[in-house]
């Protein structure tokens, strides 16, 4: 359905050739039978509507009512380049080729509204309402040579009047529709054929009113019209008919089939059938989509979401739309909202449900028609598949409402997006554990998502659930390893099938009931420092690194102030962590020992001269360090902690060998890769 008006839409947080496009360009991440992301990639901006694409051999052309384009994130008005109508576009990179053509009229507004290239890749057909293209008289139809972007003279003809579809096959026969009433000088009311060289050919078809989209069947021998009409050759059919492709004369009328204040907008095909996207006007219209088989001419689905649709396009299996659907409550999906989606995703062989592809932008300036996307076609360049959507949006709801005018793309490449942060996480007792129960993430191109629970910072589950925008379930998870009278905290991620994923959720904790049988405790230190044999008398309490090693020898020290064990519990394990530093000597070949320290240092005094002497006992052993800013630990024996629990106990770092390793200090920057000492509790 139409609507006018001012009218923001966007998805809160969240997410070819004329028989079908096909290729082997897959994306992954992504839910079946969706093969597109829904990233949308940087690209030239035009300053009015896009009204018609096409493409060829890695190039996209874009034609439409604009004067100029500008690059992708610029202000309106800003870094232009004058463009009349008309530019094309490297496919790959979204920026625009030299391939430019002014299209203007005497009076009036000049306006390019359809385009079609031929089979063989070589010209570019555009229709609409102008009478020169570049200085050469056209009249409303021009064909474009693509290599030399020339508009080759030796096609010549007149259309009365707009047009605004256009298609082209192989054995050289141009079909048009649009408001036209006569071609070449002859009577052609809406559609009409003429030959490579703009000679009229003898189809008639014949329309009461408007014609605006036509295809040929696979075969050959049909065509498919769509528009605004209630006659074909004066049999009644409202808005959509079959006709023969060589005279014109009906094959399959469709009188009642589609309501009579709803015209059909646009077609697309695949090498089993036709799709129609649909517009209404008023109340009990039709706006959806409709398929219908070649082989039967009969209607294989219709699905009725309210929302005028404006452009249809298949690939690999699926229908991608342009539209402003706001209600889709009649055919299970979601309901009546004042936020309007406008490129949605079906299956080609059934409408329910809509798929996973919710990409969007808004529905464009004041003074449009405000309905968002015109059109859509898939180009290919290299090993990717791209699909390009023209219209009179400026915003890209569906990223931030980021500013992009007129087009934008997405890409068959893999899904690099993460799916927004788990909400609402709560954690609560449960029987003998911990239900955590969290809201589901939106990813706007894959439905089927994996989350992982996390206790503590260690992942202990891991939830699968599906969720769209209108359909945001709640999932849950129980935690049954957990101990009596113990504290935890949890926190949710959510992620694709390539591991894109999200931040973790904020913490929710709850206490355990009962009486505690196993606690951990980390601590970091509370003071360290290294010494120096080069320099005896020096003192580096101060600094962010700790140095090791046996030859000129480095010397670390670390105090960790010991808690007291927990009522009815000893000393099960303990485990020291150190991380090496982002300095390019950081690393060694060594192993580092781990010894008790039993003389007095403070760390601000300690120096090589008055180090304190250490117990000859080896606690544990960091084996060789051989990555920069990565954590090593290692098992501590438990009896020297143990007998002083309640109190201060000092560790010392040394080596016997030559290849010196630097570990972050506690006056390190930030607040994570401090030396750690891990505590286990448990009963004796």
Known sequence: MRRTGAFTAAIALAAASLIGFTSAHQAVALTPPVAMTADDLPTWQTNGVVWALAEANGVVFAGGTFSAVRPPGAAAGTSEQSALNFQAFNAA?????????????????????????SPDKTTLYVGGTF??????????????????CKVKTTFKVSVSAQVRGLTVTAGGTVYLAGNFTTVGGQTRQHFAAVSTTGALKPFVANADKAGKAVLVSPDGTKVVVGGDFNTVNGASSHALAVVNATTGANVKTYPGFIQATSTVQTLAEDATGFYTGNEGTGGGVFDGRIAVNFSDLNQRWRDTCLGATQTVQVYKGALYSGSHAHDCSSMGEFPQSNDRHHLLAESVDNPKPLLSWFPDTDDGPAGTEQIGPRAIITATSGSTDYMWVGGEFTRIASNGNRPQQGLVRFASTPDTRSPSVPQQVTAARSGSGVKVTFQASLDLDDSALTYKIYRNGTQVGTVTGDSKFWIVPTLSFTDTTTEPGTTYSYQVTAGDSVANTSAKSAAASVTTAGTPTSATVTLEDTADAYVNASAASANYGADQQLAVRGSSAYTSYLRFDLPAAPSGMVLKSAQLTVRTSSDVNAASTNSFSVQPVTGSWTETGVTWTGRPALDPTVLGTINAPSALQTDYSTALTVAPLSDRLGSAYDLALTSTGTDSAWFWSRNAPGTSGHPQLVLTFGQP
Request: hydrophobic content about 45%.
């Open 93 to 117: 990179t979204g920026a625009p080729t030299s391939c430019k053509l002014s299209f203007t009229v005497g009076s009036g507004t000049a306006t390019v509204r359809a385009m079609a290239v």
């Open 131 to 148: 009478g020169a293209v570049s200085g050469t008289p056209a009249s409303n139809l021009a064909a474009i040579d693509i290599a030399t």
